[in-house]
């Protein structure tokens, strides 16, 4: 079970900050969307020369021209990047095209599908990594949606690909998604805002089993 850090908010002088002293316990670094479109793909490539032994993951949330999009994210050293699950298949599939051409991986945000086990299912089988349930932030305060719900819809769906868990994790909320299982659970703002980032994030991987 992957701990990975979402950086939305954070310089990326913080960004270091958090990797040094936390980094046994981050699995994965997120340079976040807020990020990419604040300052591209440099976080990606600073924190990858920094952190090798760290994954990137470029939250692109790709859902247009997938594989010459996600080729631009691999070339800077991403190794994982993300496309939206309400794209087109072809979309998807040039993700993935992409990935295999540099050996890196995929990851698919489920986030606005109505559907979750029909397009789960579907995009199962398209060769992609991960399918992460994602409660979009500007809907996490309405309680409409419930990361552990999806999370268990999707476990019950998916034969190939790992699942994932984004949006609103927090301490009070691990156990339970701890126990339903997930590949990779996703937390932003809880390490990101907490008082001591790099301990918040400690705690939390000392409870992912
Ligand atoms: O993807 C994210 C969000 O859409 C901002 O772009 C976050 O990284 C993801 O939701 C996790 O963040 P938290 O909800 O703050 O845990």
């Given at each position: ?43 990606v ?13 470029a939250?692109t ?12 994210c691999?070339?800077?050293?991403a190794?994982?990047v ?128």
């Amino acid at each position: 079970m992957k701990l990975q850090a979402a950086l939305d908010t954070l310089t990326l002088e913080k960004c270091e900050e958090l990797l040094e002293k936390a980094g046994n316990s981050i699995d994965i670094a997120e340079v976040g969307t807020p990020f990419i479109l604040k300052e591209g793909m440099v976080p990606v490539q600073a924190l990858k020369k920094r952190f090798p032994d760290i994954l990137v993951l470029a939250d692109t949330k790709i859902m247009d021209a997938g594989e010459y999009e996600a080729e631009g994210c691999f070339k800077r050293g991403a190794d994982i990047v993300t496309v939206l699950g309400v794209s087109y298949d072809e979309t998807i599939e040039g993700v993935v095209k992409a990935a295999k051409k540099y050996g890196k991986q995929v990851m698919v945000d489920m986030i606005g599908v109505k559907d979750l086990a029909k397009r789960s299912e579907e995009v199962d089988q398209m060769g992609v990594d991960y399918i992460c349930v994602h409660t979009a932030f500007d809907i996490q305060e309405t309680g409409q949606q419930d990361p552990l719900e999806d999370l268990k819809i999707v476990n019950q769906v998916i034969k190939n690909a790992k699942s994932a868990v984004a949006g609103g994790v927090k301490l009070q909320t691990l156990d339970a998604i701890v126990q339903e299982g997930a590949e990779i659970i996703v937390v932003g703002g809880a390490i990101c805002n907490a008082e001591d980032p790099s301990n918040m994030a400690k705690a939390m991987k000392e409870r992912m089993i």
